[in-house]
T-cell receptor, first 116, second 110 residues
Framework: GAVVSQHPSRVICKSGTSVKIECRSL??????MFWYRQFPKQSLMLMATSNEGSKATYEQGVEKDKFLINHASLTLSTLTVTSAHPEDSSFYICSARAKTSSYEQYFGPGTRLTVT | RKEVEQDPGPFNVPEGATVAFNCTYSNSASQSFFWYRQDCRKEPKLLMS???SGNEDGRFTAQLNRASQYISLLIRDSKLSDSATYLC???????????FGAGTILRVKS
């Protein structure tokens, strides 16, 4: 149980285009999903916290107009990188928190974005 | 100063060795502590939570010193499959924002 999927696993796009990444909790309901970014040899950094049915909360320094987050259902959150640039190339990982007392976060397999 | 600091390593050890990783955190309001494991180009996976009394899971022992804001992980009888990056993670509230260290690389060699 507690499986989180991400799609796509890898994407290459041209500078200026937008990319949508999906995060799904497959066998549980996730009231909260988190989006992280990891640059090579660096730690995972939280970008935003997404609560179902409400606006996402962004961490300091993360542009909300550039990284659009939608959490329309209890099993799906999407991250759209708008007008992507090479410096947005990174490993994007989501995690989902189940509606249980444990509040453990379950991580997706990540999406590797390369902007050329 | 980073919120969570770890020695990046790498730690190169032979199979069967005992290896210890340390971590310090700066936010005294931190309430929850974890060790995660991350394999190359993969998502992090929870290895174990860390409790004030210290806890053990098989070959893995974690310790927490709140006064010093210091967390440790001890791996006994290292296996080749233990080779990975070990991430020290803290949170102010369990289940909320996780703050990750940059990780310590472990390479176990035969």
């Amino acid at each position: 149980g507690a499986v989180v999927s991400q799609h796509p696993s890898r994407v290459i796009c041209k500078s200026g285009t937008s990319v949508k990444i999906e995060c799904r909790s497959l066998d549980f309901q996730a009231t909260t999903m988190f989006w992280y970014r990891q640059f090579p040899k660096q730690s995972l950094m939280l970008m935003a916290t997404s609560n179902e049915g409400s606006k996402a909360t962004y961490e300091q320094g993360v542009e909300k107009d550039k990284f659009l987050i939608n959490h329309a259902s209890l099993t799906l959150s999407t991250l759209t990188v708008t007008s992507a640039h090479p410096e947005d190339s990174s490993f994007y990982i989501c995690s989902a928190r189940a509606k249980t007392s444990s509040y453990e976060q379950y991580f997706g397999p990540g999406t590797r974005l390369t902007v050329t | 100063r980073k919120e969570v600091e770890q020695d990046p390593g790498p730690f190169n050890v032979p199979e069967g060795a005992t290896v210890a990783f340390n971590c310090t955190y700066s936010n005294s309001a931190s309430q929850s502590f974890f060790w995660y494991r991350q394999d190359c180009r993969k998502e992090p996976k929870l290895l174990m939570s860390v409790y004030s009394s210290g806890n053990e899971d098989g070959r893995f022992t974690a310790q927490l010193n709140r006064a010093s804001q210091y967390i440790s992980l001890l791996i006994r009888d290292s296996k080749l499959s233990d080779s990975a990056t070990y991430l020290c993670v803290v949170s102010e509230v369990y289940g909320n924002k996780l703050v990750f260290g940059a990780g310590t690389i472990l390479r176990v060699k035969s």
